[in-house]
């Protein structure tokens, strides 16, 4: 064995010594002493530990519970050659046991909240449930403000996500989001809904709630329309629900996700979501940590009858305005963007195949991003809206057609039973609550 360590070692020394792997991935495959280098000084490791009889995982790069001659061949390789290229799944996905067991109250004593953040996840042989108040916990911007002047108040989140999640649609499905349930649910129980109800007619006529027209107004990427949003990429709707358009930075700093792939939420077909970083080769986690780009590109020219002018502000905050002559750039409305296939990293779901630390063999997920279109506008897997589809999630905004009963939730949770009727609370499914 040393002799055979010694003829690779010294081979390593003539070909490896002035040649190394630099990578900027938080985790580099070969890296053992954790420079961000993958080099000579990582054999003499791997070797001091063959000749000690140590084990140390990070120099089983083979995963066979050995440090052996073949993990220094493999560091050599990946110094002459790089890191080997990955392979993935895509077929039939399992997320049982993953993240099933949290249960958390964690008082916010922002001044926009002072209240408890209060969910669970659990889950059966089936499903995982999702119990929560949809209270971030996390700080947020200043609630009600000028433009947007509502107050975050609990809601009563009860979801459920199929724990076998099946692409079903090759385009996606946009049957989601606002009034059609919510696209997915942070871990912390607040709803990812990235679309608004802002509209503009032909003639700029807008309102920035329950708008007239067919121009869809974005709630991120430009400085025409403001909807009051806060450091987290979020606002407040009227039913007091706090949600996120885009990427939530300061629940990605309560995560501690610096610049690691992190799993963030699920969205309402069982589907995981990660937010920002991910793989550069999608089905290697050996490979480099970046920022996936979207495929979604803004148009070269304005489509036919797109306002190219805010004329007046009909309805919603700071609605009763005309004669504004306010020019409305390309990126303010949701039809300024085209889907250009290949363009990005991503599909048309802001989504793709790839391996995840929680699914190293590869699963379908969707990805939280700093460009439009943010998050997921279309969902590839079977889901239901607002409890009338047939799997997946029991809708958004705190939805679905069934109300927990107060002796199945924790303390604290929105509940049948409690004295307040919302959520998915009704006459038929809560008479005690909703007379």
């Known amino acids: 064995m040393k002799k055979t360590l010694t003829i690779i070692l010294s081979v390593a020394f003539i070909y490896c010594n002035n040649?190394?792997?630099?990578?900027?991935?938080?985790?580099?495959?070969?890296?053992?002493?954790?420079?961000?280098?993958?080099n000579i000084q990582d054999i003499i490791l791997i070797v001091n530990n063959v000749l000690s009889g140590q084990y140390d995982a990070s120099?089983?790069?083979?995963?066979?519970?050995?440090?052996?001659?073949l993990d220094v061949v493999q560091v050599v390789n990946i110094i002459l050659y790089g890191p080997p290229e990955g392979e993935c799944v895509d077929g039939d996905y399992s997320t049982a046991g993953i993240l099933v067991d949290i249960d958390e109250q964690i008082y916010n004593n922002d001044e926009s909240i002072n209240n408890y953040s209060i969910y669970s996840w659990t889950s059966n042989n089936i499903n995982r449930f999702l119990v929560g108040n949809g209270i971030p916990n996390h700080e947020v911007g200043t609630f009600p403000?000028?433009?947007?002047p509502n107050t975050i108040s609990e809601q009563n989140v009860n979801e459920?996500?199929?724990?076998?999640?099946?692409?079903?649609?090759?385009?996606?499905?946009?049957?989601?989001?606002?009034?059609?349930?919510?696209?997915?649910?942070?871990?912390?129980?607040?709803?990812?809904?990235p679309a608004t109800a802002g509209r503009c007619n032909d003639n700029g006529v807008c309102s920035l709630a329950q708008g007239q027209g067919d121009w869809n107004i974005e709630a991120l990427g430009h400085n025409t329309f403001d909807f009051g949003d806060d450091m987290n990429h979020a606002h407040v709707q009227p039913s007091g629900a706090?949600?996120?358009?885009?990427?939530?930075?300061?629940f990605l700093d309560f995560l501690a996700q610096n610049e690691d792939m992190i799993l963030v939420g699920w969205a309402a077909d069982g589907f995981p979501v990660y937010a920002r970083y991910a793989y550069s080769d999608a089905c290697s986690d050996f490979s480099e940590i970046i920022s996936p780009q979207p495929s979604w590109?803004?148009?070269?020219?304005?489509?036919p009858g797109r306002p190219a002018v805010l004329t007046e502000l009909s309805g919603g905050p700071n609605g009763g305005q005309s004669n504004l002559n306010i020019p409305i750039p390309m990126g303010a409305?949701?039809?300024?963007?085209?889907?250009?296939?290949?363009?990005?990293?991503?599909?048309?779901?802001?989504?793709?195949?790839?391996?995840?630390?929680?699914?190293?063999?590869?699963?379908?997920?969707?990805?939280?991003?700093d460009e439009f279109p943010f998050f997921s506008r279309c969902l590839k897997g079977e889901f239901s809206s607002n409890g009338n589809g047939t799997g997946g999630g029991t809708g958004g905004g705190g939805g679905g057609n069934g109300a927990p009963d107060c002796g199945q939730v924790p303390p604290g949770m929105p509940c049948c039973g409690d004295g307040f009727c919302g959520g998915p609370e009704n006459s038929t499914n809560c008479p005690q609550d909703c007379p």
């Open 19 to 38: 040649i190394i792997f630099e990578t900027s991935n938080t985790r580099t495959y070969g890296d053992i002493n954790g420079d961000g280098t993958v």
């Open 59 to 69: 120099s089983d790069l083979n995963s066979d519970d050995y440090v052996n001659v």
């Open 145 to 148: 403000n000028s433009n947007c």
């Open 160 to 193: 459920e996500f199929s724990l076998f999640p099946v692409v079903l649609y090759d385009e996606g499905n946009y049957n989601v989001g606002g009034p059609m349930g919510a696209s997915a649910y942070a871990l912390n129980s607040v709803k990812f809904d």
């Open 242 to 250: 706090y949600h996120y358009h885009g990427i939530p930075d300061l």
């Open 297 to 303: 590109r803004l148009k070269d020219n304005p489509d």
């Open 333 to 369: 409305f949701t039809q300024d963007f085209e889907f250009v296939e290949g363009s990005g990293d991503l599909d048309e779901c802001n989504g793709r195949v790839g391996v995840t630390p929680e699914f190293p063999d590869g699963i379908y997920y969707y990805m939280v991003t």
